[in-house]
């Protein structure tokens, strides 16, 4: 019943900025953490950075100081900033949804979206 559905992705210089977004549609469980992952070509799926429903935010090392995630808990969407951009970054960039039980670090739901391409490139 859950659908997450992103947006924003293409294509961007070195050194330029763009905004992905993430729309959820069904009912959410109010105690979860939205994010993004991404993929490139050959390596492993990594997070790039979550937030709590809470608000407290976790960002993989190489994208700190570049990247900045948000969410609108009133539309049930999940941004991400990314600046500076790297060759590096060059990935496929897919949403996530975690929903938790009360005292729970095991999630009861996870949800994916389909993914959005970002290639940095000159």
């Known amino acids: 019943q859950v659908q997450l559905v992103e947006s924003g992705g293409g294509l961007v210089q070195p050194g330029g900025s763009l905004r992905l977004s993430c729309a959820a549609s069904?009912?959410?469980?109010?105690?979860?953490?939205m994010g993004w992952y991404r993929q490139a070509p050959g390596k492993q799926r990594e997070l790039v950075a979550d937030?709590?429903?809470?608000?407290?935010?976790t960002y993989l090392d190489s994208v700190k100081g570049r990247f900045t995630i948000s969410r609108d808990n009133a539309k049930n969407t999940v941004s991400l900033h990314l600046s500076n951009l790297k060759p590096e970054d060059t990935a496929v960039y897919y949403c996530?949804?975690?929903?938790?039980?009360?005292?729970?670090?095991?999630?009861?739901?996870?949800?994916w979206g389909q993914g959005t391409q970002v290639t940095v490139s000159s």
């Open positions: 996530n949804v975690r929903t938790f039980s009360s005292g729970s670090l095991i999630p009861r739901d996870d949800y």
């Open positions: 069904g009912s959410i469980f109010r105690i979860n953490t």
């Open positions: 937030i709590t429903s809470g608000g407290s935010t």
